[in-house]
């Protein structure tokens, strides 16, 4: 039986079929105007990331991710909460214990779900004192020596993926994105914002803590402390007694840090990143626990100074200070991540994170052990001595 499209007139009679084929033409260079933009995006965040990733970034996977229709998620999106690692550190080769992570922090940023809903996020500090149990090693340490330790055992990304685990395990929470940074990119990020704004109930000084001495060595803590100063390292015998085996004299740096007697005036204070960073690492004169605070303080303020000055509004200023900091920060994003991560932290606008640091206070959830073993130094353990409080706590952030 010959079809019905045979009785039409001849200039009808393939109307159907030239109007699929346009859709598919047209369909077909959407499709590759999208891949080429898309394409592009690609090499400029890829070549990006492919240094702040130490050449792991997956440039085909970004790529298949910006074509139509391809589903644009991060893990933990659809459940509501997105957890990244922040960390800071001195550096790579500085002295000092340059893979250190004194700065650690869960950011969890809460996307909207629906029109009911509000983006929401809560920033976490965890101090570097928490004495754990070393991932893929039989070991316990302060958790700071955590990310160096996992950089021996596998250069370029073990330290990440170890810091990601144990914080992982601490929370209770999935982690999959972290990002570290360390001094020089620091001053560089708040430089290229202008500075930012910290304003003062009262006048802050730190005294102490910059011209502090440290064992003698050869290139950096080289003037004697006078009267002469010792670090004692003890050992103990099979009676349990202790003793001094050996003695370490102490020296101050020459080139004094942040001018050795570190201080901001009451009200309002414009800093750059060299003045930012010492607010940041200042602790002698307090606790870590209100070092860390402080650093909540200047994180929001680096914020508030990038929406101020449009920075945030733009991604491509934002891959332009990346660029410009690509030496000095590291990240397991994927390209396609950074975009989507970029445009649900920009939905926050003035909204700021639930700020928390765990401390020794009650509900803190942490404390200090009033016997341990001296070579361990200062450490903290978590309340009931498993993670089940620090746990339950990140479950309750919104």
């Known amino acids: ?36 933009v898309g394409g592009v995006f690609v090499w400029k965040t890829g070549s ?49 214990g340059g893979l250190l992570a004194d700065t650690i922090m869960v950011l969890s940023l809460h996307p909207k779900l629906n029109d009911q809903d509000q ?35 596998k250069p370029g990304g073990g330290g990440m993926e170890d810091m ?27 430089n290229a914002l202008g500075g930012v704004k910290i304003v003062l109930d ?50 101050y740096n020459p080139n004094v840090e942040c001018g050795g007697d570190f201080k901001l005036s009451v009200g309002e204070n414009i800093l750059d990143g060299n003045q930012a960073l010492c607010y940041a690492r200042s602790r002698k004169t307090s606790s870590d626990f209100e070092r860390a605070k402080r650093q909540h303080i200047v994180i929001e303020a680096i914020k508030k100074q990038a929406m101020s000055t449009g920075t945030l509004t733009s991604f491509d200023k934002v891959t332009g200070i990346m660029e410009s900091l690509s030496n000095n920060v590291r990240t397991n994003f994927e390209a396609w991540e950074m975009q989507r991560m970029y445009d649900l932290y920009v ?35 978590p309340r009931g001595n498993n993670y089940d409080q620090i746990r339950a706590l990140f479950q309750t952030l919104p």
């Not at 754990?132 to 700071?144: A, G, H, S």
């Not at 020596?145 to 021996?152: C, H, M, P, S």
């Not at 700021?352 to 200090?368: A, F, K, M």
């Open 164 to 190: 990601r685990t144990i914080v992982g395990d601490i929370t209770g929470l999935d982690i999959p994105y972290a990002i570290t940074i360390d001094f020089q990119g620091f001053k560089d990020l708040v």
């Open 48 to 96: 990006l990331l492919n240094r702040i990733s130490d050449g792991n970034a997956n440039i085909f996977k970004s790529l298949v991710k910006n074509l139509p229709g391809v589903e644009k998620k991060l893990h933990g999106e659809e459940t509501g909460k997105i957890n990244i690692l922040l960390l800071g550190m001195r550096g790579a080769g500085m002295d000092g």
């Open 202 to 251: 009262q006048p802050f000084e730190e005294a102490l803590q910059f011209r502090e001495p440290q064992v003698c060595d050869a290139y950096v803590f080289t003037v004697p402390t006078k009267p002469a100063q010792y670090e004692y390292k003890y050992h103990t015998r099979k009676n349990g007694s202790r003793y001094v085996a050996k003695a370490y004299p102490l020296c």
């Open 347 to 381: 939905k926050l606008g003035d909204v700021e994170p639930q700020s928390r640091v765990l401390d020794t206070t009650e509900e803190g959830l942490l404390y200090h052990p009033e016997k341990n073993d001296p070579s361990a130094g200062y450490i903290l353990l």
């Open 119 to 153: 983006t929401r996020a809560s920033l976490v500090s965890i101090p570097r004192d928490l004495y754990v149990k070393v991932p893929n090693r039989d070991e316990q340490r302060k958790i700071n020596a955590v990310f160096a330790l996992g950089e021996q055992r």
């Open 1 to 36: 039986m010959r079809g019905a499209s045979s009785n039409l007139p001849p200039e009808k009679r393939n109307t159907e079929p030239n109007r699929k084929r346009k859709w598919l033409r047209i369909a077909v260079v959407v499709s590759l105007l999208a891949l080429l």
